[in-house]
């Protein structure tokens, strides 16, 4: 008879080996767990697609939980009030179409409506490399936080039908690509531009993409990628972007599918 410690440990082992598994083969695959990626994270899980999302971070919601500054507020627009329907959240009015969420309401509200809606959420591993084959991204490598260029630890991989790259600024597997220099010329990382928040809250949207066979980007990411201006505390744009990247991977998918 295994002690009470023994069958903690257990239960831990049999739930989150069950959840890795899973995860292993996923629609989508969305790394970075900001306000970007969980939006798209939740959406795409709603229309039916299987996510896993993997944050190398302890807790989800990236920029989310700072705020500005470490004011933990969050301002949104208008326009992206729509976004934020179903998300157990009241949004209060600060005048002239702008409204204030708590920051901590909006990242946790994020996080566990994604989970009800059935994505698998990783945290404490880190997208390492990308996995091509035939040049498409089908995936990508990823090992525990803190590991990677300290242990000499192999990574394990996951598969995907597309990858969402919503590491923030960081943009973190165009990165990889663009560092083996197998990106086309408009996706070069630039970096963003100087602040500029009506700009780049609207860049943030127009410009999500495949910007390679497989590999989207949405957030900051685009920002980053594509030279976007920089947009400070305001965090409509990045829901809006993750709704988007959700709606263009989901219509991809189904296109490939047709075309299969
Ligand atoms: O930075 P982050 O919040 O990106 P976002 O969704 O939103 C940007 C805003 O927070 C803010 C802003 C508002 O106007 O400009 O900056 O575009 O979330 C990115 C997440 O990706 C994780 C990182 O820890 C963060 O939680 N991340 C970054 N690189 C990796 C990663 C990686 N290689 N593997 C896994 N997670």
Same mark, same amino acid.
């Given at each position: 008879?295994?002690?009470?410690?023994?069958?903690?440990?257990?239960?831990?082992?049999?739930?989150?080996?069950?959840?890795?598994?899973?995860?292993?083969?996923?629609?989508?695959?969305?790394v970075?767990a900001?306000p970007?990626? =969980?939006? /798209?994270?939740? %959406?795409? &899980? #709603?229309?039916? @697609?299987?996510?896993?999302?993997?944050?190398?971070?302890?807790?989800?919601?990236?920029?989310?939980?700072?705020?500005?500054?470490?004011?933990?507020?969050?301002?949104?627009?208008k326009?992206?009030l729509?976004?934020?329907?179903g998300i157990?959240?009241?949004p209060?009015?600060?005048?002239?179409?702008l409204f204030?969420?708590d920051?901590?309401?909006?990242?946790?509200?994020?996080?566990?409506?994604?989970?009800?809606?059935?994505?698998v959420?990783?945290?404490?591993?880190?997208?390492?490399?990308?996995?091509?084959?035939?040049?498409?991204?089908?995936?990508?490598?990823?090992?525990?936080?803190?590991l990677?260029?300290?242990?000499?630890?192999?990574?394990i991989?996951?598969?995907?039908?597309?990858? =969402?790259? /919503?590491?923030? %600024?960081? &943009? #973190?597997?165009? @990165?990889?690509?663009?560092?083996?220099?197998?990106?086309?010329?408009h996706a070069?990382?630039?970096?963003e531009?100087?602040m500029?928040?009506p700009?780049?809250?609207?860049f943030?949207?127009d410009?999500?993409?495949?910007?390679?066979?497989?590999?989207?980007?949405s957030?900051?990411?685009?920002?980053?990628?594509?030279?976007?201006?920089?947009?400070?505390?305001?965090?409509?744009?990045?829901?809006?972007?993750?709704?988007?990247?959700?709606?263009?991977i989901?219509?991809?998918?189904?296109?490939?599918?047709?075309?299969?």
């Amino acid at each position: 008879m295994d002690s009470y410690e023994t069958r903690i440990t257990r239960a831990i082992l049999d739930a989150y080996h069950g959840k890795l598994s899973r995860a292993l083969v996923s629609d989508v695959l969305v790394v970075g767990a900001g306000p970007s990626g =969980l939006m /798209a994270a939740m %959406h795409l &899980a #709603a229309k039916g @697609r299987a996510v896993t999302m993997l944050e190398k971070r302890l807790t989800p919601g990236g920029g989310i939980w700072g705020g500005a500054m470490a004011m933990n507020e969050v301002v949104v627009q208008k326009e992206a009030l729509e976004a934020l329907e179903g998300i157990a959240l009241r949004p209060h009015p600060a005048g002239e179409g702008l409204f204030v969420v708590d920051a901590l309401a909006l990242a946790s509200s994020l996080c566990a409506k994604a989970l009800e809606r059935g994505v698998v959420i990783l945290n404490l591993l880190v997208a390492e490399d990308l996995c091509l084959q035939e040049e498409q991204v089908v995936g990508v490598v990823a090992n525990r936080t803190g590991l990677p260029g300290h242990l000499p630890v192999d990574p394990i991989s996951f598969r995907a039908k597309a990858v =969402l790259d /919503a590491t923030g %600024h960081e &943009a #973190a597997l165009v @990165r990889m690509l663009h560092g083996r220099g197998l990106l086309k010329d408009h996706a070069t990382p630039l970096g963003e531009g100087p602040m500029n928040a009506p700009e780049g809250e609207a860049f943030v949207v127009d410009r999500v993409e495949e910007v390679f066979p497989g590999l989207w980007v949405s957030g900051m990411s685009v920002a980053a990628v594509f030279g976007g201006p920089r947009m400070g505390p305001i965090f409509g744009g990045m829901l809006r972007s993750g709704r988007q990247a959700a709606d263009l991977i989901d219509l991809s998918l189904a296109l490939d599918a047709r075309s299969s």
